[in-house]
């Protein structure tokens, strides 16, 4: 199993691109979140998810959306890139919704 | 309030000693409580968690400690090694409804061991 996978490692954004970053599961888990990591801060749920078809906002998820068409993957959209995007964003998925596998992440910029 | 502390911010300690790190929570609805490990380019790695219903357990050479009516958790880890070098992360968890359960984080702990 590769667990979660995120595409792509590293990211340059300029101010008001969009970009789609990618996470794959291949453990056939029905939950999935994407994080964003700042220093200093912990992490923070942007989206869920806990099936195909089923999203819900987590605490901090202005300025992205997102999709869950099949079990396996959860893209992260963000629409109109700002400053304040700029982080390291994680991808995790569980099978009960505890304990959760995270992806290596993608660290992102927005110049 | 879904907020979780966690102190101290860093941490140095030489090998072999046991570094202590402390969580303290408000929300009563939270019901598991997990420890994360990160190293520096990596995403965090469950390193143990525990239920509300139970006051201490061990995995290897770590411990959580919690105390219920105090709403505080730790993670002891006994003989540590330079390797245990990382940022650790304290978290709690709610079911947000229909199953769906959101881990709230603390702020993250750096250790580092010196030989």
């Known amino acids: 199993n590769a667990g979660v996978t995120q595409t792509p490692k590293f990211r340059i954004l300029k101010i008001g691109q969009s970009m789609t970053l990618q996470c794959t599961q291949d453990m056939n888990h029905n939950y999935m979140y994407w994080y964003r990591q700042d220093p200093g801060m912990g992490l923070k749920l942007i989206y869920y998810s806990v099936g195909a078809g089923i999203t819900d906002k987590g605490e901090v998820p202005n300025g992205y959306n997102v999709s869950r068409s099949t079990t396996e993957d959860f893209p992260l959209r963000l629409e109109l890139a700002a400053p304040s995007q700029t982080s390291v964003y994680f991808c995790a998925s569980s099978v009960t919704g505890l304990g959760e596998y995270f992806g290596p992440g993608t660290r992102l910029t927005v110049l | 309030q879904q907020q979780v502390k966690q102190s101290p911010q860093s941490l140095i300690v030489q090998k072999g000693g046991i570094p202590i790190i402390n969580c303290a929570y408000e929300n009563t609805a939270f019901d598991y409580f997990p420890w994360y490990q990160q190293f520096p380019g990596k995403g965090p790695a469950l390193l143990i968690a525990?239920?509300?219903?139970?006051s201490e357990k061990k995995e290897g050479r770590f411990t959580i400690s919690f105390n219920k009516s105090a709403k505080q958790f730790s993670l002891h880890i006994m003989d540590s090694q330079p390797g245990d070098s990382a940022t650790y992360f304290c978290a709690a968890s709610w079911d947000s409804g229909a199953g769906s359960y959101q881990l709230t984080f603390g702020k993250g702990t750096k250790l580092s061991v010196i030989p």
């Open positions: 525990i239920r509300p219903d139970v």
